[in-house]
């Protein structure tokens, strides 16, 4: 059990520190857009690959994310039947959608994209806009960023559920057991 709790911790910890990184860039996405704004109102000028740069921005960033989304539980949930449910309860809807859920929808993903950023790749594509940027073959390659980084939160929450199945969620940290609800 001590040996699954680490790779919980692991896993949440890595998720934990991706989500702190790429939600620096909603700063970077801000300034970016701004300075579209600037340039195009005030000075009578734009810049393509400028435009292109905050839409990539904001996609790496909620895809880098997801995994500390689902760690957090920002994601959507019916939360009527969820968030009253003993840590039992809630351990069995983890692992049930987890495994069900969560799991094929990353493997799914994976599986069906990677032709897609493989060609991307081999063409070395750039943004399909005139003057734009270079290297949306690095965007379309964070698909797989999602899919792994939302399959890793789900492999931890089933886990984690396995602790609390077992008693055993005190080997956890408290801010990775389930809360209860007041």
Known sequence: ????????????RFNILLGHFFSWFSLGIVLVCFTVV?????????????????????????????GYALFNNSHVRVDI????????RKAWVDMFGSLFFVGPFAWVLAVWSLPYIQRSWRFME?????????GLYVIKTFVLVFAAVIALQALAMFLRGLLVLANQEDLLPEEYRYQEDH
């Open 81 to 88: 039947f969820y968030r009253p449910a003993s840590r039992r």
């Open 1 to 12: 059990m001590q040996s699954i709790a680490l790779i919980v911790r692991m896993i949440s």
């Open 126 to 134: 750039g943004s399909s806009n005139f003057g734009g940027m270079p």
């Open 38 to 66: 600037v340039l195009r109102y005030v000075f009578s000028s734009g810049a393509i690959w400028l435009q292109d740069l905050y839409v990539w921005l904001n996609a790496m960033m909620f895809m880098g994310i997801s």
